[in-house]
């Protein structure tokens, strides 16, 4: 794998006919007692968190009513009868300080405020008697991840209304503090273990994604998930603040040190390591100096040495020299570890390529590593025979995993790498995870990819958090982690997701998308519809698609004008930070003309055309063949010119331009009954390339393109010329 990935609808609006009238009268007959501001050391914890009820009024009066920030505009009510219950999960354990209950006219008189550590077990907090309504700020001292408001007794006919329920407090740390001390790898052949501290250590991790100046916005996130570890591909001097983030949030740090060529194929450029001594000696200081610098950080747990160069070498070289280039390679890292070591004796050192072929490299040039990493994602569980095959005396951790990459999967209808679903995605971190414990004594952990934030082609491949929504893979890694994602609210999950026409959709037209989509906990559904044109034109963006719901988890979507194959990205939100989203790809094609191509297969002339570039020969007979992987190429000069002979006089009525990249910005269509006098039909200065789709009303034998201005510095690229009749 390479460096990490550089990755809104209105809600449906359901209301409860029947209970119209009724909740205007309410509202319109009480003045809401707005909650006092929270005390400084208070924390709103409920605002937007799950609740749940043992009933509710109707559609429009859900438990999320009470917990969503709105203290006039929404609520929750339960049926007309006792013995009803309001509760919310903050999601951690908390020290509780403060609950707020801001009621409707329909309010408890009596009333307990409850907790509980795991949603079954109660404890109560305050109890409440002969209450008024209006705003309840009650003052508790407890702990608990769940709290509830359990009715005993109502104040009028009607059930129990609250605008808003508002719990305070602060999470508690329910995290041991990280051990300190020197890390080591202990052990025995096959029976080895990390220590922090002299306690044992299994790396929890997930690559590190975001600015180093974001950590403490999202380690929390990752604290949350179980984690343990981050893996990072470079340090320096930004690195200070990732490192105090991290130790302030009990997460510890796989420094990583970038070397050429890292990152897969070729990445950074190609360095001689068997003749380069300028390039390691500069490296070599380099590392040193950020080595001495955090060496004695609490968050340091070990170094990592580059990232798949012994894999990237085979793109700067071959034959022997490339075998020669492997050796300097991990040879120099062994160099690199041996000044670590002296520098810092106190935390391993490893180094990471994107196989186990790597490893022999090791095993020969670099006896001063302390433990092997690899890369490995669909083919992570045969690392494990890999070990065992290659008779090696060293531990290893696994520094990036998860589903089948882009490289891994088979082609789709459009032959694209068929990207695998969310529900795919998150069972490949599961079975990689088991992968790694199941080599007990052997594999002391991983981190797997990736925690960014990303929302473009490879964020929505890899990322946990693209755009800071959390998907099904998210709750994957920490149930591995955890054990349990009990009392999570967990992301929507698309299923059968489907793009008709797949592989004919007109440029500018429209075509359709369906997909089964399921919230686990009920939660109301948003959509949204994007399309990236990596594959059509390496622009790995995600752009928000022109689109319409046609219900019953149907789209409506208007397709690029651009030709190629494109994906379209379904993203379904429920409101609580989680999203699914789904992918298939689609073929752009030019529109259907009716008619009869009369040039089709006729002859062909040029003023010029490429010989030799990329796919080149590029005949003026290839832009009049019926195929639109074929082209015709100018020179790159102004003017240029292409026609057809028809080979007989034709009434034509439209024509069709299907341009390469190298479009013409400006041109005019021509006319001619004998090929020599010319009559101009259709002219234009403001062409944008893809596809032209002109109409015309002539008779004549010969269509020819004046193409007077490029709109790129090269020549002019068609496709494929229509002339219908």
């Not at 747990?301 to 070498?313: A, D, F, H, P, R």
Request: glycine share 12%; charged share 20%; hydrophobic share 35%.
């Amino acid at each position: 794998m390479s460096r990490p990935p550089s990755v809104t609808v209105p809600a449906t609006h359901r209301a409860a006919v029947s209970l119209l009238a009724l909740g205007a009268l309410l509202a319109s007959s009480i003045t809401v007692a707005f909650a006092p501001s929270a005390h400084a050391a208070d924390t709103l914890l409920s605002q937007g968190k799950t609740a749940t009820a043992s009933s509710q009024e109707g559609e429009g009066y859900s438990a999320a009513a009470a917990v969503d920030g709105d203290l006039t505009g929404t609520r929750w009510a339960s049926q007309w009868s006792d013995q009803q219950w309001l509760q919310v999960d903050l999601g951690q354990e908390a020290d509780l300080t403060r609950v707020v209950l801001t009621w409707e006219t329909a309010y408890g008189k009596d009333y307990e405020i409850q907790a509980s550590d795991n949603g079954t077990d109660w404890h109560v907090l305050k109890t409440v008697t002969g209450g008024d309504g209006g705003t309840d700020d009650l003052t508790v001292s407890g702990t608990g991840r769940y709290v509830r408001m359990q009715g005993l007794a109502r104040s009028s006919g009607y059930g129990y209304s609250l605008w808003e329920f508002q719990v305070y407090g602060s999470p508690a740390d329910t995290t041991p503090p990280p051990a300190s001390g020197a890390v080591k790898v202990e052990g025995t052949q096959g029976n080895w273990r990390l220590t922090v501290g002299g306690q044992p250590y299994t790396v929890k991790g997930v690559t590190w994604g975001p600015a180093a100046s974001d950590a403490p916005t999202y380690l929390p996130g990752v604290k949350a998930m179980g984690a343990n570890t981050i893996r990072t591909w470079g340090t320096d001097g930004s690195s200070k603040a990732l490192l105090d983030a991290a130790a302030a949030n009990g997460i510890r740090v796989i420094n990583g040190f970038w070397l050429q060529p890292g990152g897969g194929p070729g990445a950074g450029g190609c360095v001689d390591y068997v003749t380069d001594t300028t390039y390691k000696n500069a490296m070599l200081t380099e590392f040193a100096q950020w080595v001495d610098a955090y060496k004695s950080h609490p968050a340091t747990l070990m170094w990592n040495v580059g990232n798949e160069s012994v894999l990237g070498l085979q793109n700067c070289y071959s034959g022997s020299q490339l075998e020669a280039e492997r050796n300097a390679y991990t040879s120099f890292v062994d160099e690199v570890a041996k000044k670590i070591h002296s520098i810092d004796p106190d935390h391993p050192v490893t180094s990471t390529d994107a196989w186990t072929g790597a490893w022999p490299y090791y095993k020969r040039n670099a006896p001063d590593l302390d433990l092997y990493a690899v890369n490995s994602y669909s083919n992570v569980c045969q690392v494990r025979q890999d070990w065992l095959d290659g008779g090696y005396t060293k531990p290893y951790i696994v520094t990036e995993t998860g589903p089948a990459g882009e490289w891994e999967v088979p082609d789709d209808v459009n032959g694209i790498p068929d990207e695998p679903t969310d529900v795919q995605k998150a069972d490949g971190y599961t079975k990689a995870w088991n992968c790694v414990t199941g080599h007990q004594g052997v594999a002391l952990g991983a981190t797997l990819f990736h925690y960014g934030t990303e929302h473009d082609f490879g964020g929505v491949w890899f990322n946990l958090v693209p755009d800071g929504l959390k998907r099904l893979s998210y709750y994957a890694v920490k149930k591995a982690y955890t054990g349990s994602t009990a009392g999570d609210n967990t992301p929507p999950v698309i299923s059968n997701m489907t793009a008709d026409p797949a592989s004919s959709a007109p440029a500018g037209g429209e075509f359709t998308v369906h997909a089964d989509v399921r919230d686990p906990d009920g939660d109301p559904i948003t959509y949204k519809v994007f399309l990236s044109g990596n594959y059509a034109g390496g622009d790995k963006r995600l752009v928000e698609a022109q689109w319409r719901s046609i219900g019953n988890g149907t789209f409506v979507v208007t397709a690029p004008q651009k030709l190629g194959v494109w994906k379209v990205y379904l993203q379904a939100e429920d409101g609580h930070g989680n999203a699914g989203i789904e992918t298939r790809s689609v073929k752009v094609v030019a529109p259907r003309v009716s008619g009869t191509d009369v040039a089709l297969n006729r002859p062909a002339t040029a003023s010029s055309f490429q010989q030799s570039y990329g796919d080149c020969p590029c005949t003026p007979q290839l832009a009049v063949d019926g195929n639109t992987d074929t082209r015709w190429a100018s020179d790159w000069s102004d003017p240029q010119w292409f026609q057809v002979d028809l080979g007989a006089s034709k009434a034509l009525h439209k024509l069709q331009l299907v341009w390469d990249p190298a479009y013409a910005k400006s041109y005019e269509v021509q006319v001619s009954d004998d090929g020599s006098t010319w009559r101009s039909v259709y002219s234009t200065t403001a062409g944008d390339g893809d596809v032209d789709t002109i109409d015309v009303s002539a008779t004549a034998r010969y269509v020819r393109l004046q193409l007077t201005a490029r709109g790129t510095g090269w020549g002019y690229s068609l496709h494929e010329l229509g002339v219908y009749s």
